[in-house]
């Protein structure tokens, strides 16, 4: 589904990432993984559109992608929970999940009730305001709103942080349905190494904006890559 080959991104005179390779396939889970400040989430940002790639290629289910902008990207099947969050605090949490409205056709505008029944608290909670949920209930806010997008490639950045143990069962849960489903790549960055490791197929783990270890699960063993991860 998504094909990234020798992507470098730059801040200003700064080089974040340094030729990265990665392949993400339907019906996947892909992680990456690395300390704080490897550029994982500068990635993840590249890819989705939100900064803008100094070189390398990227497809998306065989379709050539230029360097678009976000929109344009979410509209060919990009989506992004991004780290932080992001829902609108003074929207009610069916808004929230409407704003995903703008990537669909007109005929498309309904928030469908498999996002109820993926997280039933969205419905308890859909005439609150977003700023008044917990942070576990906003991450929940934020994946729905996602996949409301009818995304072919699904990008998680950081979900676990700063939830309750609870919630970061029941989010692990809800992402290995949608692998399990086949619809979609996803591709996770998270630091929580047992949870990254118990949902991932493929790992890749970065070091100073480059790739030092990638491989599909049964190829990369935990302690190589609790070793990768390590400060």
């Known amino acids: ?33 690395g300390t704080n400040g490897v550029g994982k989430t500068s990635l993840i940002r590249a890819i989705c559109g939100r900064h803008n790639r ?4 990227m497809e998306l289910d065989g379709e050539a992608l230029g360097v678009l902008p976000a929109h344009v990207l979410a509209q060919k099947g990009i989506a992004l929970v991004p780290q932080g969050r992001e829902i609108f605090p003074l929207l009610t949490v069916r808004e929230n999940m409407e704003t995903a409205f703008a990537c669909l056709p007109k005929g498309e505008h309904e928030v ?8 039933p608290v969205l419905k308890e909670m859909q005439n609150r305001r977003g700023g ?8 929940q806010l934020a994946i729905a709103r996602a996949l409301i997008t009818k995304p072919k ?10 939830i309750q143990p609870n919630i970061i069962q029941q989010i692990g849960r809800v992402i290995k349905l949608l692998r399990d489903e086949g619809n979609m790549a996803i591709v996770l960055v998270e630091q929580f190494f047992d949870f990254a490791h118990d949902l991932g197929d493929r790992f890749v ?25 390590s400060v």
């Open 112 to 119: 469908p009730e498999a996002m109820f029944e993926l997280f």
């Open 54 to 57: 100094s070189g390398g290629t």
């Open 153 to 162: 490639l699904l990008l998680l950045d950081e979900p676990t942080e700063g």
């Open 205 to 229: 783990v970065l070091r100073r904006g480059a790739v030092t270890l990638a491989g599909p699960k049964g190829e990369v063993t935990r302690e190589q890559l609790l070793k990768g991860v």
């Open 1 to 33: 589904m998504l094909t990234i080959r020798d992507f470098t991104l730059h801040y200003g005179h700064s080089q974040i990432l340094n030729g990265i390779d990665l392949d993400a396939s339907t019906g996947e889970i892909t992680c990456v993984m």
């Open 132 to 139: 008044d949920l917990s942070g576990g209930q906003q991450q």
